[in-house]
């Protein structure tokens, strides 16, 4: 089983929910889209969070999630450094 199945679902909301729309992947907030914008993919990574093991096999989801959505190629690094900002939140 995943590493935080001990975390509530609403603290890995909050942290999923705050750092992704401060990452903003493909800019839409900053264009004036509505807070909710990336709610899918912000609920898939809350789902993967009950699944991963390691900060690499979310980082993995991450940019699976994020690619699927906005038909792009974000690039593993930068879905790296998102996952480990999530990790981090989560576990303290």
């Not at 401060?22 to 509505?34: C, K, N, T, V």
């Not at 991450?62 to 999530?86: E, G, N, R, W």
Request: glycine share 6%; hydrophobic share 45%; net charge negative.
């Amino acid at each position: 089983m995943g590493r935080f199945l001990g975390v509530s679902k609403r603290k890995k909301q909050e942290v999923v929910i705050k750092i992704i729309n401060e990452w903003d992947p493909i800019g839409l907030l900053a264009m004036g889209a509505g807070e909710d914008r990336y709610r899918l993919e912000i609920d898939k990574i809350v789902d993967a969070l009950d699944q991963v093991h390691s900060v690499d096999e979310l980082a993995s989801y991450i940019k699976h999630y994020m690619d699927a959505s906005f038909s792009t190629d974000f690039p593993s690094i930068t879905c790296l450094q998102v996952a480990v900002l999530i990790w981090e939140e989560i576990k303290d």
